[in-house]
Structures are given as structure tokens and as C-alpha cells.
């Protein structure tokens, strides 16, 4: 399923308890953590009225790699993603 849930999970996240971000755009995702880049790529939303499943597919020698995310919708402005509490910080 193509990445969009009304736009909702597009923008830049910040996690409210450590140093993890994470940024969603209309061209791929990235999740940094301490500033440092951890995966970058494509991605794909697999959602539902709760929240949903976002998948980063990133580019590895041999195959592409994948990292999925479960992700509970909180509010507009907050998120929860595999446990951990994030808000947005920004919009695209």
C-alpha cells in the first residue's frame, strides 16, 4: 500500500524520551538516532484506523534491507512507535 493516511504520518517526529527522530516525507523516511542516521529509504504504510505498520526499505549489496515500525496513532501531533512516545515537530 503506497504511503498516505490522509498525509497524517508525514512530517518530522521527535521521540520524548531519547534522542531518536524520525522524518516522513512524500519521497522516503529516515530514523536517526543521536543525530546519526540509522536507515534511510523508501517507504510504505500499511495503516488502519489505530495506526499501522511503516516500512523502510533501504538499499544493502545483496538485496534490500527492511525495518518495520508499528506505529499507534495518538493524536494528530503524537505518536506511538513500537513503545516509545514521539510528537511532531514539524510538518512537511
Do not use: H
Amino acid at each position: 500500500m503506497a504511503l498516505d493516511f490522509d498525509n497524517s504520518i508525514y512530517g518530522n517526529w521527535q521521540s520524548t524520551t531519547s534522542a531518536t527522530r524520525l522524518v516522513v516525507t512524500n519521497s522516503g523516511c529516515a530514523l536517526y538516532a543521536y543525530e546519526w542516521v540509522q536507515f534511510v529509504g523508501a517507504c510504505s504504510w500499511d495503516g488502519g484506523t489505530i495506526g499501522g505498520i511503516l516500512t523502510i526499505t533501504y538499499p544493502m549489496p545483496l538485496e534490500p534491507g527492511r525495518v518495520r515500525y508499528p506505529i499507534r496513532w495518538v493524536n494528530k501531533n503524537a505518536i506511538d512507535l513500537g513503545g516509545e512516545p514521539f510528537r511532531r515537530i514539524a510538518s512537511p
